[in-house]
């Protein structure tokens, strides 16, 4: 298969501030994106890309590295590297390439500090905590049997979050939410508009997970409760990038 050149003119590299290989990762990501470099397209030789675009080789080998730990390409020995997968559909109608890297590590960084938030809660939820995560629950159950009509829920989903933390008993989980809300918001609110265009059990399976961690923090299951927290939010993740 021919290889298609990479058109630096389709996504010239930001200027901004940020590590190189950030920038090479956000390019490399969008020509894969927007079908410059198709599934099973070869990619040039990092030396080609460190001259194309104006940095080390070494700075090309970390983001090319990072790229092949998010499942978007491998190496096949003696021939290079290939792209394996495009991120999914639609996902770029709602956040800049430059923020995709950014969405994807926190979610990572989400799922050990709210697994763990989970099961605290789990152990430590009294009758008016659980209470209050059921409550938000019961919005949000609203909101998705309302579809488009009950809006994106984002700021219930959040919500959803805070109250299992603050339910935890340890403060430093709600404070550490708080600080990273704007961050987490970007990513809900990009998985909710996802969902509002792709089939209706998209929306019904994230609602099912929430339900799935208030079941085992209803049932003080410490163990329960991090495994679906941290299954949620891995789902979320897959839901953006994987089109899952």
């Not at 079908?35 to 040039?44: D, E, F, K, M, S």
């Not at 394996?84 to 559909?89: G, S």
């Not at 403060?171 to 990009?190: C, D």
């Amino acid at each position: 298969m021919k290889k298609p050149a990479m058109k630096s003119a389709e996504l010239p590299l930001s200027s901004s501030t940020g590590r190189l290989s950030d920038r090479i990762y956000d390019h490399v990501l969008g020509q894969i994106a927007i079908g410059i470099l198709p599934v099973n397209c070869r990619l040039p030789p990092e030396n080609g890309l460190a001259e194309l675009l104006g940095v080390s080789r070494p700075v090309v080998r970390e983001a090319l590295t990072r790229l092949r730990d998010d499942g978007l390409i491998a190496s096949r020995q003696g021939a290079g590297w290939f792209v394996t997968r495009c991120p999914a559909a639609n996902a770029f109608d709602f956040a800049p390439v430059s923020s995709i890297p950014d969405i994807q590590r926190c979610f990572v960084f989400r799922m050990a500090v709210e697994g763990d938030a989970a099961a605290l809660a789990a152990r430590n939820r009294d009758r008016q905590s659980l209470r209050r995560i059921q409550q938000v629950l019961t919005r949000l159950d609203t909101m998705v049997a309302q579809g488009r009509e009950g809006g994106l829920g984002v700021e219930e989903d959040l919500l959803f979050h805070r109250t299992i933390a603050e339910a935890s008993g340890n403060r430093f989980f709600v404070e550490t939410l708080t600080s990273l809300r704007e961050q987490i918001a970007i990513g809900v609110n990009l998985n909710r508009n996802l969902s509002l265009i792709q089939p209706r059990g998209r929306i019904l399976r994230g609602q099912q997970e929430h339900r799935r961690v208030f079941e085992a923090i209803e049932a003080q299951d410490e163990d329960g409760a991090r495994r679906a927290m941290r299954t949620h939010v891995e789902n979320a993740r897959k839901r953006i990038f994987e089109g899952g």
